[in-house]
């Protein structure tokens, strides 16, 4: 039994199905909260603790999708370079809105965590979660915080980016199609990417070149904004 | 197909190498996604050579995040002890984030149309000026 229960196959096609299903239930009623990287996560995990499959048993099947991340970022390139012109034009306010936003993410994110309480290891590994992955874990580890807390919460920063984004921005007045498209890519990355690339090409340009500035200012940053704010 | 995929996994590789050679602290991907976009901006990739394996690869990419998802499991036990700041943080810092990147990108947009405009207006003053000196000198010679 247990065996059938860790068989790559079988996870597959759950992971598979519970996402389409949801993804098709979140169309349907136009629901965000039922986002299927959530859902699919959530129950993903119920499922692991109820048949008692470790995570390494699970990842043996997980690593065939999340391989695919790094090609499907690559692949960002092709709205990058479709919008190319657009891009040269705006550079300016482009560099300024990323310059800002990746100041504003790592500021108020490490000083609500001191707000409330949190301890010094977890602020550090929080201060770069709105980037990408790799560069996030990259810049925690340097700054010795715990690399696996910085992905987890990177990743909740996306779905929440997913689920939360265009909401907040119709409600916070951002109504310029670029605007939006960048500031999905410079808040929640990758997911806030493949959100907007939803709804159209351009605002997915803007958003691969929002998780691409703000990746590199974060990497630059995180450091001395850490030290300026007396955490390092 | 076998193409599409050897421009997509080419570039990664040379993300790769690029890291390897300099140790520059970004990811392959990103590099590869830059490469991407110069190589086709330099016309050395055709954009049908890669439509849609991209088109695949980018309607998909929420998905590919499941797993690394699946593995905020394992730290379950330090979120949960220190849930509150986390969810606060990350929630508001998120929303902050949003508003404020993209008020700032309207702003320098409205505020260089501004400029321009002022620019504009300037120039035409002067010109509208130097006109006039023409038309007076005419009047000038006439008289």
Same mark, same amino acid.
């Given at each position: 039994?247990?065996?059938?229960? =860790? ?57 065939? %999708? ?27 306010? %482009? ?17 609500? /965590?001191?707000?409330?309480?949190? =301890?010094?290891?977890? $602020? ?34 996306? $779905? ?27 808040? =929640? ?44 | 197909?076998?193409?599409? !995929? ?5 570039? #990664?590789? +040379? ?23 110069? !190589? +086709? ?42 849930? #509150?700041? $986390? ?27 501004? $400029?321009?405009?002022?620019? +504009? ?10 006109? /006039? ?11």
């Amino acid at each position: 039994m247990q065996q059938l229960f =860790s068989n790559q196959y079988i996870i597959l096609a759950l992971t598979f199905a519970v996402f389409y299903y949801f993804r098709r239930l979140q169309y349907r009623t136009g629901w965000i909260l039922l986002n299927p990287i959530l859902i699919a996560i959530v129950l993903l995990i119920a499922y692991l603790k109820i048949t008692g499959v470790s995570f390494e048993k699970f990842e043996e099947s997980g690593s065939l %999708i999340d391989f695919w991340l790094k090609p499907a970022v690559v692949a960002l390139g092709v709205p990058l370079y479709l919008q190319f012109e657009a891009i040269k034009k705006l550079w300016l306010p %482009i560099v300024l809105s990323q310059l800002v936003g990746c100041l504003v993410g790592i500021v108020s994110v490490v000083l609500i /965590a001191k707000l409330f309480n949190a =301890s010094d290891v977890v $602020i550090i590994s929080m201060a770069s979660k709105s980037v990408t992955t790799p560069i996030a874990m990259e810049v925690t580890q340097a700054l010795g915080g715990i690399p696996s807390l910085t992905a987890a919460v990177v990743v909740i920063t996306g $779905i929440l980016g997913a689920i939360l984004g265009f909401k907040t921005l119709a409600m916070g007045h951002v109504n310029s199609p670029i605007a939006r498209g960048l500031s999905m890519g410079t808040a =929640s990355h990758a997911v806030g990417a493949s959100t907007a690339m939803g709804i159209s090409n351009k605002y997915g340009a803007f958003a691969s070149l929002g998780i691409t500035l703000n990746g590199i200012f974060t990497a630059l940053l995180t450091p001395t904004i850490l030290r300026l704010l007396g955490f390092i | 197909m076998a193409k599409q !995929f050897f421009v997509i996994f080419g570039c #990664l590789a +040379l993300g790769e190498v690029i890291v390897w050679a300099t140790g520059i602290k970004l990811p392959s991907s990103i590099i590869g996604m830059l490469l991407l976009t110069f !190589f +086709l901006k330099t016309k050395i990739v055709k954009l049908e050579w890669v439509e849609k394996l991209s088109q695949f690869l980018l309607a998909n990419l929420g998905f590919f995040f499941v797993p690394p998802g699946v593995a905020i499991m394992l730290y379950l036990d330090v979120i949960q002890k220190e849930l #509150l700041p $986390i969810v606060m943080a990350t929630v508001l810092s998120t929303i902050l984030v949003l508003v404020v990147t993209g008020h700032m990108h309207q702003f320098v947009v409205k505020a260089e149309r501004k $400029i321009m405009a002022m620019n +504009l207006r300037k120039k035409n003053k002067a010109k509208e000026n130097s006109n /006039a000196e023409c038309v007076s000198e005419e009047n000038e010679i006439q008289v």
